[in-house]
């Protein structure tokens, strides 16, 4: 057996977002758990990762729209969550 760490598999939901002329990437990784961990990148390469995973690739998905529709543009989601993820 190998000893080689395994990589996290990228799901093929991942995608990017555009809201206007704002775009993220949402980058959605199995965790080896059975859960999905999603991560949110800016244009400046800023990474929000949200700390619980979800139970599905497609569920975790749905948070990054959901999220992103409720927000100005898509960037803004990645400094909100961010300031959310900090007073936890």
């Known amino acids: 057996m190998s ?3 395994v990589k996290p598999r990228l799901s093929e939901l ?3 977002v555009t809201r206007g002329e704002e775009a993220v990437r949402v980058d959605i990784y199995e965790n080896g758990e059975g859960g999905w961990i999603l991560e949110i ?3 400046y390469n800023n990474s929000t990762v949200w700390d619980d ?3 599905s690739d497609q569920s975790a998905l749905d948070e ?3 999220q992103s529709m409720q927000m100005a543009s898509p960037l803004m ?3 909100r969550q961010s300031k959310l993820a900090k007073r936890s």
């Open 41 to 43: 990148i800016d244009r």
């Open 3 to 5: 000893n080689e760490p």
């Open 14 to 16: 991942s995608q990017y």
């Open 77 to 79: 989601l990645v400094h």
């Open 64 to 66: 990054a729209y959901e």
């Open 53 to 55: 995973p979800f139970p």
